[in-house]
């Protein structure tokens, strides 16, 4: 197929995902042919670097052998096989490595194929475990304003993001959504206990019934409205919240686990064990689709023990698939032995310190925030001014302005408009300090592109 050719028929047969028509149609459409390490090429032979790491989750970079040949080995030795009623050795290897990795007692597995799935899976987990307990009106959810946790309808009813939401309801009733935490420190002499967005969830679950909740979901970084981390005690407090009602903490991890913060769980780095923990992209760097819920042992124990039928009644044909688990056996296995949790602890200051260079810089950028490689840069109108972005300038600087300024440095990576105007930053966890030079030196262009923008 020839250049113009594939575009074309993307136009006429492929119907794209979270994708304007004018994008999908236009001659620019990035077709991307090939990748090695934290490099993409397209069609046209143009090298770009990967500034998202896909999306979120090529986290040991592109182009590996090992990972294709642990798939082609199972393909070969068993294509296919259920976790249904029987087991298979890659599964199980699977669930015993990740689980091994895992804070506390979170040593069951629960394999589903994408991070909506996890989601999707937990929030039934939740209701059905009350219900094993004797709870049956346990059924509601907590979750944060402006948080992504996937599109299928219960992980969308979770989402807390409106105009995701707005063209598909009504959606699972039950779901409260609370504030996040962007702006907030702990009061001096105070504790997290009396951060407002805790308060509000706490207010939350008193006037609805403390015992008619099921669980509380929340990222330990949120994503959405541009990475999010905790203030100090948030996650402490969350788990003490949840111990005090008798709901479950769903700590949603599938940006956060596999290193992304650092850590091989965000939970275990702010501290806490949660009861379940949904993951899916770095388990596999996206050499295949895996998600999974990491389920605390005496849950879901108590689950099989207590529930009238014994059973967890949900799952799926490819659930905990041979090649997916075979896959995230090789991938997390090099992921341990070439210790690129500590790459990204070792080069987060230097990542960090190209962040603030580029804030001064830059008069547009209100701040930076994030941790490990997990980065949002919000964008304002002029820092010292205190000017705004009109929403005019937002939309044009989200599908205009920094598209075109990245392709001019051949830099991919995303404009974020959830909630504010952002340049969302998560390269693969396996970029040293020249990628990631590289990488601050395409931003750099990017925000001076915006800089003219905004003061013309
Ligand atoms: C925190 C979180 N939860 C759930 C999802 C949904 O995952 P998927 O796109 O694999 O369905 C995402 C996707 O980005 C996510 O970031």
Redesign the pocket.
Known sequence: MNQSDVRARAREHLFPHFTRGAVWSADELPVIVRGEGCYLYDDRGTRFLDGLAG??CVNMGHGRSDVPAAATKQMEQLAYWTNWSAAHPASVEAATLISGLAPGDLDTVFFVN??????ESAIKFARQYHLSQGEPQRTKIISRDMS????TLG?LAVTGIPKFKAPFGPLMPGVFHVPHTLGERVPEGGTAADLPSLRAMVEVIEREGPDTFAAVFA?PVQ?SRGALVPPDGYWAELRSICDRYGILLVA?E??CAFGRLGDWFGSAKYGVVPDLI?F??GSTSGYAPL?GVLIREPLAQGLMASSRAGVFTHGSTWGGHPVSTAVAVANVSAMRDEDVLGNVRTLEPHFQAGLDRLREAHPSVLEWRGTGFFYAIELTGDRDSGRDLTEEQGVELVREVMPRAMREVNLITRPDDRGATLLMLSPPLVADREVLDDLLHGVDAVLSAVDAHVRA
């Open positions: 999306l979120f994408s991070g909506s799935e996890a989601v992504y946790h996937g599109t992980a990222e994503n949603d599938v940006i949904t899916a992209k998600g």
